[in-house]
């Protein structure tokens, strides 16, 4: 069983930066693919971002020059760093780590004021 435990979430203005961090359990981090995903109030939850084994990054076009994920595997931590956010990027961002199966974070939110 991973457990995945995601931090950094909050109320920050249009134009503003915040940088979400999650960490999962376990050994064999690195073998973990790493996305970040996000549900508005009312939407279904979608991909924002994913890092895998081989460092290799993608992003949602919506977050594309905005939004950087990164992996330190000796600390199993991985950032979201979210910059010019706006207030359509209001919603819980989820961690979610995959091996095998994915295994996910109770969530964090994180909300854009205008």
């Known amino acids: 069983q991973v457990q995945v435990v995601e931090s950094g979430g909050g109320l920050v203005q249009s134009g503003g930066s915040l940088r979400l961090s999650c960490v999962a359990s376990g050994s064999i981090f690195s073998s973990y693919f790493m996305s970040w995903y996000r549900q508005g109030t009312g939407k279904q939850r979608e991909l924002v971002a994913q890092?895998?084994?081989?460092?290799?990054?993608h992003y949602a076009d919506s977050v594309k020059g905005r939004f950087t994920i990164s992996r330190d595997n000796a600390k199993n931590t991985v950032y979201l760093q979210m910059n010019s956010l706006k207030p359509e990027d209001t919603a819980v961002y989820y961690c979610?780590?995959?091996?095998?199966?994915?295994?996910w974070g109770q969530g964090t939110q994180v909300t854009v004021s205008s």
């Open positions: 890092v895998r084994t081989d460092g290799s990054t």
């Open positions: 979610c780590a995959d091996f095998i199966q994915p295994y």
